[in-house]
C-alpha cells in the first residue's frame, strides 16, 4: 500500500467526525438548551407550587469527617492480566488516609474483564466498615442503591455453592475473588451486613453518600414545563433540573428509594435488590431482612448548600440522621469556593485515582522481565 494512502484515509474519517458534530450533534444539544433555558422560571414556578423546595435554616455542623471512595482498572499485558481496586478513607482531621489494596492477576481472557468492578465493590465494602467503626460522620463518595446494584452482579456471578472447584465459562477467575466474595457477603459478620444489617434498619450511624452522578429523572418526568419534550431520550436528568433552579441554602424534600426507582425509571424493585448466597446460606435471611428495613429508612434529597456549589444528591438514614444535621455536615464541609464536593470526599477521590498510575507498573515489570509472554501479542516489529 503507497504511503500516500495513510493521510487521505485520516482525513476522509474526520470529515465524518465534522459532519456529524455540524448536522447532528450541535443542532441537538441547541434545542435542548433553549428549551430548558426558556421554562427556567416556569419550572421554578411549578416547583414551589408544589411544595418541593425548602430552606435550610440550621447550624453548620463543624466536626471531623470521614470520606471514603473507590478506584479500579484493569489493563491486559501479553499473556497476564491484572486488575486493581484500592478503597480509601481520608479525613479531614490529623487521621491518616487508609488504604485497602488489592491486586489480582491471571492469563488473559474474556471474563477476566469482570475481576475489576468486584473486587472494587469488596475493597469498597472494607473501607466503608473501617470507617464505620468509628464515631465521626462518614460520607460515601456514591450512592448505596448503586452499591446494592453492583454487588448484586458480583453476587450473580458467583457459582452457588463456592466450597467446590468447577469450571464457570462465563466467569473462568471466579475463584481468584472468592475470599473477596467471602468477604463482603457470604456470612452474619461480612461488610455488607456489619453495614447495613444493623436489627431495627438502623445500619451504620452517621453514614451518607453524595452522588455526583445524579441521572434520575424523578422530578423532570413530572414537570409540566417540560411536557413539550415528547422525546424521553432526552428529558433533562434531576441534576441538571435543579441546578438550574435551586438557590443557596436550598433543598428539595426527602423522597425514598422507592419513590426515586419506581417514579424516575419505572423500576419494580422495591428499594433493595437482594443479592443470591446460594442455597447454603439460607441462615442469612435475617440480616437481608435487616438491610432491606434500613434501605425502606433510606431518603435522598437535593441540596444546594452555596451559592458556588452544585446541587448533591444526599442520601440518608432517617432512622438514625436527622436531616438538619446532614445538612449541616455537608454544608460545613463544601465552604472551599474552589473544591466543588465536599472535602472528605476530594481528598478520597485524589488517594483513590493513584490506581491508574500504579497498573503501569505491573505492565513494566512484565514487559521488562518476562518479554516470552508478550511475542504471540506483538502486532508489529517496532522498537
Given at each position: 500500500m503507497p504511503d500516500n494512502l495513510t493521510i487521505p484515509v485520516t482525513s476522509r474519517f474526520f470529515q465524518e467526525v465534522d459532519n456529524d458534530l455540524h448536522s447532528n450533534f450541535h443542532p441537538l444539544m441547541k434545542q435542548l438548551e433553549d428549551e430548558i433555558t426558556a421554562k427556567k422560571e416556569d419550572i421554578r414556578l411549578e416547583a414551589e407550587s408544589k411544595n418541593w423546595i425548602a430552606k435550610f435554616t440550621g447550624n453548620l455542623i463543624e466536626?471531623?469527617?470521614?470520606?471514603?471512595?473507590?478506584?479500579?482498572?484493569?489493563?491486559?499485558?501479553?499473556?497476564?492480566?491484572?486488575a486493581i481496586a484500592v478503597g480509601v478513607v481520608s479525613s479531614t482531621c490529623d487521621t491518616e488516609p487508609k488504604y485497602f489494596y488489592r491486586a489480582i492477576s491471571g492469563t488473559s481472557s474474556e471474563t477476566f474483564n469482570k475481576v475489576a468492578p468486584y473486587i472494587r465493590v469488596a475493597q469498597e465494602l472494607t473501607a466503608l466498615k473501617y470507617a464505620c467503626d468509628s464515631?465521626?460522620?462518614?460520607?460515601?463518595?456514591?450512592?448505596?442503591?448503586?452499591?446494592?446494584m453492583d454487588l448484586c452482579k458480583f453476587a450473580a456471578s458467583m457459582p452457588k455453592d463456592i466450597t467446590q472447584s468447577i469450571t464457570d465459562p462465563d466467569f473462568l477467575e471466579w475463584e481468584l475473588v472468592k475470599e473477596s466474595y467471602q468477604r463482603c457477603l457470604l456470612n452474619p459478620n461480612s461488610d455488607w451486613f456489619t453495614i447495613f444489617g444493623q436489627p431495627g434498619g438502623k445500619g451504620a450511624p452517621k453514614l451518607i453518600a453524595l452522588s455526583k452522578k445524579g441521572i434520575g429523572k424523578m422530578f423532570s418526568k413530572s414537570l409540566k414545563a417540560l411536557s413539550n419534550i415528547l422525546n424521553t431520550a432526552f428529558l433533562p436528568s434531576d441534576k441538571l433540573i435543579l441546578g438550574m433552579i435551586l438557590q443557596e441554602g436550598e433543598y428539595t424534600n426527602p423522597i425514598s428509594y422507592e419513590q426515586a426507582f419506581q417514579q424516575s425509571h419505572g423500576s419494580k424493585v422495591p428499594g433493595y435488590g437482594k443479592p443470591s448466597t446460594g442455597k447454603d446460606n439460607k441462615n442469612l435471611e435475617t440480616q437481608h431482612q435487616a438491610v432491606e428495613l434500613t434501605f425502606k429508612n433510606m431518603r435522598i434529597v437535593n441540596f444546594r448548600p452555596w451559592g458556588w456549589s452544585p446541587v448533591m444528591a444526599i442520601h440518608y438514614n432517617k432512622s438514625v440522621c436527622k436531616l438538619d444535621e446532614v445538612l449541616g455536615v455537608v454544608a460545613a464541609q463544601t465552604l472551599t469556593r474552589g473544591v466543588l464536593e465536599p472535602m472528605?470526599?476530594?481528598?478520597?477521590?485524589?488517594?483513590?485515582?493513584?490506581?491508574?498510575?500504579?497498573?503501569?507498573?505491573?505492565?513494566?515489570?512484565?514487559a521488562g522481565r518476562y518479554p516470552n509472554l508478550f511475542k504471540a501479542y506483538r502486532t508489529s516489529i517496532r522498537k
Amino acid at each position: 500500500m503507497p504511503d500516500n494512502l495513510t493521510i487521505p484515509v485520516t482525513s476522509r474519517f474526520f470529515q465524518e467526525v465534522d459532519n456529524d458534530l455540524h448536522s447532528n450533534f450541535h443542532p441537538l444539544m441547541k434545542q435542548l438548551e433553549d428549551e430548558i433555558t426558556a421554562k427556567k422560571e416556569d419550572i421554578r414556578l411549578e416547583a414551589e407550587s408544589k411544595n418541593w423546595i425548602a430552606k435550610f435554616t440550621g447550624n453548620l455542623i463543624e466536626a471531623p469527617v470521614l470520606g471514603v471512595d473507590a478506584s479500579t482498572v484493569s489493563r491486559d499485558y501479553g499473556e497476564i492480566s491484572t486488575a486493581i481496586a484500592v478503597g480509601v478513607v481520608s479525613s479531614t482531621c490529623d487521621t491518616e488516609p487508609k488504604y485497602f489494596y488489592r491486586a489480582i492477576s491471571g492469563t488473559s481472557s474474556e471474563t477476566f474483564n469482570k475481576v475489576a468492578p468486584y473486587i472494587r465493590v469488596a475493597q469498597e465494602l472494607t473501607a466503608l466498615k473501617y470507617a464505620c467503626d468509628s464515631s465521626n460522620w462518614v460520607m460515601y463518595d456514591g450512592s448505596f442503591s448503586s452499591l446494592n446494584m453492583d454487588l448484586c452482579k458480583f453476587a450473580a456471578s458467583m457459582p452457588k455453592d463456592i466450597t467446590q472447584s468447577i469450571t464457570d465459562p462465563d466467569f473462568l477467575e471466579w475463584e481468584l475473588v472468592k475470599e473477596s466474595y467471602q468477604r463482603c457477603l457470604l456470612n452474619p459478620n461480612s461488610d455488607w451486613f456489619t453495614i447495613f444489617g444493623q436489627p431495627g434498619g438502623k445500619g451504620a450511624p452517621k453514614l451518607i453518600a453524595l452522588s455526583k452522578k445524579g441521572i434520575g429523572k424523578m422530578f423532570s418526568k413530572s414537570l409540566k414545563a417540560l411536557s413539550n419534550i415528547l422525546n424521553t431520550a432526552f428529558l433533562p436528568s434531576d441534576k441538571l433540573i435543579l441546578g438550574m433552579i435551586l438557590q443557596e441554602g436550598e433543598y428539595t424534600n426527602p423522597i425514598s428509594y422507592e419513590q426515586a426507582f419506581q417514579q424516575s425509571h419505572g423500576s419494580k424493585v422495591p428499594g433493595y435488590g437482594k443479592p443470591s448466597t446460594g442455597k447454603d446460606n439460607k441462615n442469612l435471611e435475617t440480616q437481608h431482612q435487616a438491610v432491606e428495613l434500613t434501605f425502606k429508612n433510606m431518603r435522598i434529597v437535593n441540596f444546594r448548600p452555596w451559592g458556588w456549589s452544585p446541587v448533591m444528591a444526599i442520601h440518608y438514614n432517617k432512622s438514625v440522621c436527622k436531616l438538619d444535621e446532614v445538612l449541616g455536615v455537608v454544608a460545613a464541609q463544601t465552604l472551599t469556593r474552589g473544591v466543588l464536593e465536599p472535602m472528605p470526599l476530594y481528598l478520597a477521590d485524589l488517594l483513590s485515582k493513584q490506581a491508574s498510575s500504579v497498573i503501569r507498573l505491573y505492565g513494566e515489570v512484565n514487559a521488562g522481565r518476562y518479554p516470552n509472554l508478550f511475542k504471540a501479542y506483538r502486532t508489529s516489529i517496532r522498537k
